[in-house]
Nanobody, 127 residues
Framework: QVQLVESGGGLVQAGGSLRLSCAASGRTFSSYAMGWFRQGPGKEREFVAGINWSATSTLNADSVKGRFTISRDNAKNTVYLQMNSLKPEDTAVYYC????????????????????WGQGTQVTVSS
């Protein structure tokens, strides 16, 4: 079992930056692949970025490539999403997710792959 708590959301102007954090409970955080997803108003939840257990492999959605960076600190049981050059279309509730996947380079980009979810944090980008 792992519990996830996101933070760092807020209101920002277009072109600005935010860093989201996701703190995980438990002593086996380093055994989990992690992902960030988002769900905008009236939209399906979509993949944003993923990272494997050792941070040796990352994957970004095309819509955020070159702007968002996922990282993790296993000593702090935390995964981050640095978001730069934000656009109004990035407005959404952002969720972090965890999948038990130790010792593999695989990152996961589908909702169905993940076992645990946080409650989400709102990001609003004004034009």
């Amino acid at each position: 079992q792992v519990q996830l708590v996101e933070s760092g959301g807020g209101l920002v102007q277009a072109g600005g930056s935010l860093r989201l954090s996701c703190a995980a409970s438990g002593r086996t955080f380093s055994s989990y692949a992690m992902g960030w997803f988002r769900q905008g108003p009236g939209k399906e939840r979509e993949f944003v970025a993923g990272i494997n257990w050792s941070a040796t492999s990352t994957l970004n959605a095309d819509s955020v490539k070159g702007r968002f960076t996922i990282s993790r600190d296993n000593a702090k049981n935390t995964v981050y999403l640095q978001m730069n050059s934000l656009k109004p279309e990035d407005t959404a509730v952002y969720y972090c997710a965890a999948k038990l996947a130790p010792n593999v380079r695989t990152t996961y980009s589908t909702k169905e792959s993940y076992d645990y979810w946080g409650q989400g944090t709102q990001v609003t980008v004004s034009s």
